[in-house]
């Protein structure tokens, strides 16, 4: 059983995006018009996605879930959910994090290039300098 008063973790269990599974039947409490009241309107098992991350009394984390099935999002606590381990073995986030690793070594390196090339043509432009300063005066 979840304790409506007991505090969540500091930091979300879950992600957006993240797929999860419901652990236990979500009944109407009467907030529904469309169901009977007391019935059940997310089966435990059924898999949706998380859309949003918000608090309650600012000690309860909710997760909008979006049921895929049965096409609709509801309130979950923590502990009413599981992640679900996608099939493929993509993980998105780790691919956002490596792109965003890769754009910046590109970024670095292309800015070293830039001032190594600026260094050189300085270097050059003195040499320069320096040879008509020597033809000047023979």
Sequence with gaps: ???PSKKDAILPVFRIGQR????K???????????????ILIEPGAEGY?????????????????????GST?????GELVAVEEEDGYDEVEDELRWIREHRAKR???KLAKAAAEKEAAELAAKGAQSQDEGDMA
Excluded: W
Excluded at 20 to 23: A, F, L
Excluded at 60 to 69: H, M, N, P, Q, T
């Design 25 to 39: 039947a979500i009944r109407n409490d009467g907030t529904n018009p469309f169901h009977p009241r007391d019935g």
């Design 74 to 78: 509801f309130g979950c606590r923590e």
């Design 50 to 70: 998380v859309t949003n991350i918000g608090d309650f009394l600012q000690v309860i984390r909710v997760y909008d879930v979006k049921f895929i099935e049965e």
């Design 20 to 23: 999860v599974k419901i652990t």
């Design 1 to 3: 059983m979840i304790s």
């Design 108 to 110: 670095e390196a292309e």
